[in-house]
């Protein structure tokens, strides 16, 4: 495959996720207390939002770049 079909398959994908999760989560551990063998940890959950404005570039981004090379070729 051509690198320019490569980066539109990336874009559009990349575009479509963001809008589909609009953020992403996970979860960290931390030390709440330690005092020998005793140790006691919580669980935190943390969230990184993808903004909208993310999706919509990346994904107009593709559309255009498939919209020139398809009239390139032509």
Excluded: R
């Amino acid at each position: 495959m051509k690198q320019n079909t490569i980066l539109i398959i990336v874009l559009i994908s990349m575009g479509i996720l963001a809008f589909a999760y609009q953020g992403i989560t996970y979860t960290s551990k931390e030390k709440v207390l330690d005092l020998g063998p005793l140790e006691i940890t919580s669980e935190k959950t943390k969230e990184v939002p993808l903004l909208p404005a993310f999706g919509t570039i990346a994904l107009a981004s593709g559309v255009i770049l498939l919209i020139m090379s398809s009239t390139k070729k032509v």
